[in-house]
């Protein structure tokens, strides 16, 4: 029998909690995803009168990095919305378990299965609404401390780069200059707007909403809601589509503002896909930074290397800088060990348990043997020094006021590049993806 989550116990307790809210028993459990840091699970239920039914629900392993958008933050809010913006409705909230559970939406979740040109408009445009519906939501009606009614678009992007900013330097011992570069740019380009700022959904994109034949019957991923500008989610998408690709930047543009009736602009849409994608890159990094070895470490690194030349690329063109993208032919060795124990990992405590055959397992035992010699080996090199955060903040200030930043781009490109060549083989398909506007 599958279990909710692999703890007996934890699973014997939310089986009960979830049977007692719906008032139904369990038919069966089918697990959706699980990782690291959560898990999900959908419900069968088998109610007393023969209907069936369904749960979903959402399980903290409690191993995640500490951020303010975690699974308790992300109820209390689907509590106040009840259903607002095509959000699920929630069942309950299970404290000892850190566990959600919601009421099952219907749908399909993979955009990519669609197939039909015809279906892919319908279902595009139907999401652009869903977005502009959860921007229209009145943010004194949620009752939220954490999503305080009045502030302009300027003012909740000031409050947002200074938590994510903040939450960087508190969890990641040796940021990435790019992320720090991306974090100056962005204060000092900062929008004098004082528009009201919106209910942002926050990780919008393919993966994250259910649709049917006709319509978006559901946005799901609520944890990364957050005030701000409404085109965010559109830029959301688009740097969801190194992973998952959706539709251009011009034609969702053009959908936003047709749903939104304002006339929003390229060069607004610029800047908060730099503005989501640089957010991104810290929760990447405070993931890397925990050297869990449950990670996805394949899929997490990969983003974010492929996410650095796309954000290069995109300031590059609000500065108006021409670049060379050429991959260089050589590059420094980035340092290598975390990796070491992510294989021993994976294949030790993984592959192994299922590996039947004698000679093979032999030979498995040897392989995980001679990774822990290489790293043991290879991964005692320190990595070089780099200068202080603070120093790096100010000399990048400087030349952004300047406007003299395009030496410092190029190097950015040319390394993340020759990134990118190393990791051909892991990145697979993902090779040579770009945000493009």
């Given at each position: 029998?599958?279990?909710?989550?692999?703890?007996?116990?934890?699973?014997?307790?939310?089986?009960?909690?979830?049977?007692?809210?719906?008032?139904?028993?369990?038919?069966?459990?089918?697990?959706?995803?699980?990782?690291?840091?959560?898990?999900?699970?959908?419900?069968?239920?088998?109610?007393?009168?023969?209907?069936?039914?369904?749960?979903?629900?959402?399980?903290?392993?409690?191993?995640?990095?500490?951020?303010?958008?975690?699974?308790?933050?992300?109820?209390?809010?689907?509590?106040?919305?009840?259903?607002?913006?095509?959000?699920?409705?929630?069942?309950?909230?299970?404290?000892?378990?850190?566990?959600?559970a919601?009421?099952?939406?219907?749908?399909?979740?993979?955009?990519?299965?669609?197939?039909?040109?015809?279906?892919?408009a319908?279902?595009?445009?139907?999401?652009?609404?869903?977005?502009?519906?959860?921007?229209?939501?009145?943010?004194?009606s949620?009752?939220?401390?954490?999503?305080?009614?009045?502030?302009?678009?300027?003012?909740?992007?000031?409050?947002?780069?200074?938590?994510?900013?903040?939450?960087?330097?508190?969890?990641?011992?040796d940021?990435?200059?790019?992320?720090?570069?991306?974090?100056?740019?962005?204060?000092q380009?900062?929008?004098?707007?004082?528009?009201?700022?919106?209910?942002?959904?926050?990780?919008?994109?393919?993966?994250?909403?259910?649709?049917?034949?006709?319509?978006?019957?559901?946005?799901?991923?609520?944890?990364?809601?957050?005030?701000?500008?409404?085109?965010?989610?559109?830029?959301?998408?688009?740097?969801?589509?190194?992973?998952?690709?959706?539709?251009?930047a011009?034609?969702?543009?053009?959908?936003?503002?047709?749903?939104?009736?304002?006339?929003?602009?390229?060069?607004?849409?610029?800047?908060?896909?730099?503005?989501?994608?640089?957010?991104?890159?810290?929760?990447?990094?405070?993931?890397?930074?925990?050297?869990?070895?449950?990670?996805?470490?394949?899929?997490?690194?990969?983003?974010f290397?492929?996410?650095?030349?796309?954000?290069?690329?995109?300031?590059?063109?609000?500065?108006?800088?021409?670049?060379?993208?050429?991959?260089?032919?050589?590059?420094?060795?980035?340092?290598?060990?975390?990796?070491?124990?992510?294989?021993?990992?994976?294949?030790?405590?993984?592959?192994?348990?299922?590996?039947?055959?004698?000679?093979?397992?032999?030979?498995l035992?040897?392989?995980?043997?001679?990774?822990?010699?290489?790293?043991?080996?290879?991964g005692?090199?320190?990595?070089?020094?780099?200068?202080?955060?603070?120093?790096?903040?100010?000399?990048?200030?400087?030349?952004?006021?300047?406007?003299?930043?395009?030496?410092?781009l190029?190097?950015?490109?040319?390394?993340?590049?020759?990134?990118?060549?190393?990791?051909r083989?892991?990145?697979?398909?993902?090779?040579?993806?770009?945000?493009?506007?």
């Open positions: 029998m599958i279990g909710i989550v692999d703890d007996p116990a934890k699973d014997a307790a939310l089986r009960a909690w979830i049977e007692e809210r719906c008032g139904a028993g369990i038919a069966s459990v089918h697990r959706v995803s699980g990782g690291a840091f959560r898990t999900s699970s959908r419900v069968e239920l088998a109610g007393p009168d023969g209907r069936p039914g369904c749960a979903f629900l959402k399980i903290d392993l409690g191993s995640a990095p500490k951020t303010p958008f975690d699974l308790r933050r992300e109820h209390g809010l689907l509590a106040r919305l009840d259903g607002r913006a095509r959000a699920p409705r929630v069942i309950g909230w299970h404290e000892g378990a850190t566990a959600m919601m009421e099952c939406l219907p749908g399909e979740a993979v955009y990519a299965t669609i197939q039909d040109d015809a279906h892919r319908r279902i595009e445009r139907s999401f652009v609404d869903a977005l502009a519906e959860c921007h229209a939501v009145d943010i004194a949620l009752a939220l401390d954490h999503l305080p009614a009045g502030l302009s678009i300027g003012q909740a992007i000031a409050q947002e780069l200074a938590m994510w900013e903040a939450l960087l330097d508190e969890g990641v011992a940021p990435d200059p790019l992320t720090l570069f991306a974090f100056r740019w962005l204060h380009r900062l929008p004098k707007d004082d528009r009201p700022a919106v209910l942002v959904q926050g990780d919008a994109g393919a993966g994250n909403f259910l649709f049917d034949d006709e319509r978006v019957t559901g946005v799901v991923d609520w944890e990364m809601t957050h005030l701000g500008h409404p085109l965010e989610d559109i830029g959301c998408v688009l740097a969801r589509s190194l992973v998952q690709p959706m539709a251009s011009e034609h969702l543009l053009a959908l936003y503002n047709a749903a939104s009736g304002v006339a929003w602009t390229r060069d607004e849409l610029l800047y908060v896909t730099v503005l989501v994608m640089a957010r991104f890159s810290v929760p990447i990094a405070l993931a890397l930074e925990s050297r869990h070895t449950g990670l996805d470490y394949g899929l997490t690194n990969s983003y290397r492929l996410s650095q030349i796309s954000l290069v690329r995109l300031i590059a063109l609000a500065e108006n800088v021409a670049l060379d993208e050429a991959v260089p032919a050589y590059g420094a060795r980035p340092p290598i060990d975390f990796e070491f124990d992510y294989l021993r990992d994976v294949l030790g405590r993984i592959v192994r348990p299922a590996v039947d055959d004698p000679y093979v397992g032999y030979r035992d040897g392989a995980i043997g001679l990774i822990g010699y290489l790293g043991a080996a290879l005692t090199e320190a990595p070089a020094a780099r200068e202080d955060r603070d120093v790096m903040r100010k000399r990048y200030a400087d030349q952004i006021a300047a406007r003299d930043i395009g030496p410092t190029q190097a950015f490109l040319s390394d993340a590049l020759w990134r990118e060549k190393l990791m083989d892991m990145l697979g398909p993902l090779h040579g993806r770009r945000v493009d506007l």
